[in-house]
Nanobody
Framework: VQLQASGGGLVQTGDSLRLSCAAS????????MGWFRQAPGKEREFVAA????????WYADSVKGRFTISRDNAKNTVDLQMNSLKPEDTGVYSC????????????????WGHGTQVTVSS
């Protein structure tokens, strides 16, 4: 599964952004999907995940109520709607695909796409 994230940019505090991840391969529908982010000098951290069917979602506490993950298995895409952005949301956002039991740990994801930069100014 090859993944490509897009939609990042420079925004101000309180603004919204929608990230999109396009996947190649019919196997997209058999994988759970996740979004992670990494700020300069920090470790990669979990942001959100969605089950294969899209019926179940998980969020980091820091983004609950502000971010929404969704997927379209017909189009092989997974999106991350980010509202009420804060400077601490700044980082490189990457989408990833995993199989088996859904996880919030990066090591559980076997396919990663190139990230997209999100910068939130104060």
């Amino acid at each position: 599964v090859q993944l490509q994230a897009s939609g990042g940019g420079l925004v101000q505090t309180g603004d919204s952004l929608r990230l999109s991840c396009a996947a190649s391969a019919r196997a997209f529908g058999t994988n759970y999907m996740g979004w992670f982010r990494q700020a300069p000098g920090k470790e990669r951290e979990f942001v959100a995940a969605i089950s294969r069917s899209g019926a179940s979602t998980w969020y980091a506490d820091s983004v609950k109520g502000r971010f929404t993950i969704s997927r379209d298995n017909a189009k092989n895409t997974v999106d991350l709607q980010m509202n009420s952005l804060k400077p601490e949301d700044t980082g490189v956002y990457s989408c990833a695909a995993g199989s088996g039991v859904i996880s919030t740990l990066p090591i559980s994801y076997r396919n990663w796409g190139h990230g997209t930069q999100v910068t939130v100014s104060s």
